[in-house]
């Protein structure tokens, strides 16, 4: 009962995200071929709206739920952000779904989007399978 608030908040999130047209595959190609501004219009405000969310964490030293000081840390740039990046971007232009749309996906009834959730969840487990070996 105590993560229900959570449940709610994923149920609302992937209300929005559908009627929105965020997890239609025609938007996300309309996206890649540069064909409507649609998709860039919203994840432009996405952006926005993160930088404006940021900003007021660090100016007014906002807390998390439990009291707990919220700490936002620079990162270097790394190449390999890049390069995750590029096949990031590949694999959201080959299925037409990027990872967070995949639950409202399959909760639309899209079930064969189930094998693109079990290859990115494998993709993840690979990743820290090999972590310690790879260039960081």
């Known amino acids: ?31 890649f071929r540069f064909q409507s501004f649609h998709m860039y219009g919203i994840l432009g405000s996405a952006l926005l709206v993160a930088m404006l969310s940021v900003y007021l964490i660090k100016k007014f030293k906002l807390k998390t739920i439990g009291g707990e000081e ?36 399959m909760g639309s009834g899209v079930y064969v989007i189930a094998v693109v959730l079990l290859s990115a969840v494998f993709g993840t487990y690979c990743y820290g399978a090999f972590k310690e070996r790879l260039p960081h």
């Open 1 to 31: 009962m105590r993560h229900l608030k959570y449940f709610i908040v994923g149920l609302f999130f992937g209300f929005v995200l559908v009627k929105a047209e965020i997890i239609s595959w025609f938007r996300i190609q309309e996206m």
């Open 70 to 105: 919220i700490k936002i840390e620079a990162k270097k740039f790394h190449w390999g952000n890049v390069y995750g990046a590029i096949i990031f971007g590949f694999g959201w232009a080959m299925t037409g779904a990027c990872p967070g749309p995949l639950y409202a996906l």
